[in-house]
């Protein structure tokens, strides 16, 4: 193959993203009033999570400097860590650089080519990732068909009775916004004598007890396996975390190679999600889940149907349509992404409305407005 093959190569696959209405761009400054980020309880600019992040670089510079284990010994991460366990109501729990990288490291070191894995049909990009790179089976199930988990699950069991099953799926979906039936996926995953990796990237922070997320809402921590979430959602800081039992958090932190050797965490964004947590678990926290709550139920009296959970996707078929509402509410001062195939499934092209504590009840209004307002779909 040439050297120019490369380019030519590249450019082709520009000109099939722009036919089809995919091509992204960093170009777009966000409007007025965005409703584009996971920031659900606005704790991103707190006045205390910005203070101690100002303050925890002051005193340790601004980067990590080196992978964990190399860089020694780090109060401010063990203090996380230890908050984290506390909150998720585990033995222990582990910083990752990011959610992405979280089961990435964790995935496959917990199965490899002889075992199985079931996944969600629409599962986050960093689980698919993490299961192929496992080598393990994948299988498929859909989050709200139990029938068809039941029916994956035995038939797994029967043909690889040996190998082990990693069920893996979201408590609250991220384009969907729909919460899984965790109850009947535990109680399954439970027959076939499988784990459950539950990822609650979403709903970390913002439901449950103290905002410790779906599975602490259902009182079933105790029945999960592996809870892993982010700390740049509602936590409005960066990072990934896993919480499970004392010698997994330990085999990962032999194995998991996305913790090894890659540099940690920043001690600013560590202090920021502690700071950040502390309030989460705090009667401040409280009051914002309820405001966000509020603003939840604000935007469903307009749109009924719509998800309990603060995502809310407004469906516009295809990639294009999705394209042109998103640039018609952003001359309007709003920014609400297009979330276009090959994201979410063909004809399946939406605007994803993400709510937060932080927004008002009239940018809300103003929002449902102007969705009323645009065209229909073609
Ligand atoms: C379900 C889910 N898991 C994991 C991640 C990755 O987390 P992070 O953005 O913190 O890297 C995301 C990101 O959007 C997500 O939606």
């Not at 006045?47 to 002051?58: D, K, T």
Request: proline share 6%.
């Amino acid at each position: 193959m040439r050297s120019d093959s490369f380019l030519a190569e590249i450019e082709t696959r520009h000109t099939h993203r722009r036919r089809d209405h995919r091509q992204r761009n960093l170009g777009n400054p966000l409007a007025q009033v965005s409703f584009s980020d996971n920031d659900y309880l606005g704790l991103s600019n707190h006045p205390l999570v910005i203070e101690s992040a100002q303050r925890s670089i002051g005193k340790y510079g601004t980067s990590a400097r080196a992978a964990r284990l190399l860089a020694g010994p780090c109060e401010e991460h063990n203090e996380l860590e230890s908050a984290l366990a506390s909150w998720k109501g585990a033995e222990r729990a582990l910083l990752f650089a990011s959610g992405y990288l979280t089961p990435i490291g964790v995935i496959p070191s917990l199965v490899g080519p002889s075992d199985t894995i079931l996944l969600e049909r629409q599962a986050h990009a960093c689980l698919f990732d993490g299961a192929k790179l496992s080598g393990a089976r994948l299988r498929l199930f859909s989050r709200q068909d139990m029938p068809g988990l039941e029916t994956v699950l035995n038939s797994t069991r029967k043909l690889h009775p040996k190998g082990k099953i990693l069920v893996v799926a979201e408590s609250l979906h991220s384009m969907d916004g729909d919460f899984a039936p965790l109850d009947e996926i535990i109680r399954l995953k439970q027959e076939a004598g499988a784990w459950l990796l539950l990822d609650e990237a979403h709903a970390g922070g913002i439901c449950g007890p103290q905002g410790a997320g779906r599975a602490a809402h259902l009182g079933l921590v105790g029945s999960v396996d592996v809870q892993m979430g982010t700390l740049g959602k509602a936590l409005g800081s960066s990072g990934g975390f896993v919480a499970s039992q004392g010698s997994v958090i330990e085999h990962w932190i032999n194995e998991a190679r996305t913790f090894l050797f890659g540099t940690a965490l920043s001690h600013a964004a560590v202090r920021a999600a502690l700071t950040a947590l502390n309030i989460i678990r705090s009667a401040e926290g409280e009051t914002l889940r309820n405001t966000l709550q509020k603003n939840i139920e604000l935007f469903r009296s307009s749109y009924p149907s719509s998800p309990s959970g603060p995502i809310h996707p407004i469906d516009q078929g295809t990639n294009s349509s999705a394209l042109f509402a998103s640039q018609r509410l952003h001359q309007q001062g709003l920014t609400v992404p297009a979330i276009r195939t090959p994201t979410v499934p063909p004809g399946s092209a939406r605007l994803r409305v993400s709510l937060s504590a932080r927004h008002t009840p009239p940018e809300i209004e103003r929002l449902t407005h102007a969705l009323h307002d645009l065209p229909p779909r073609d």
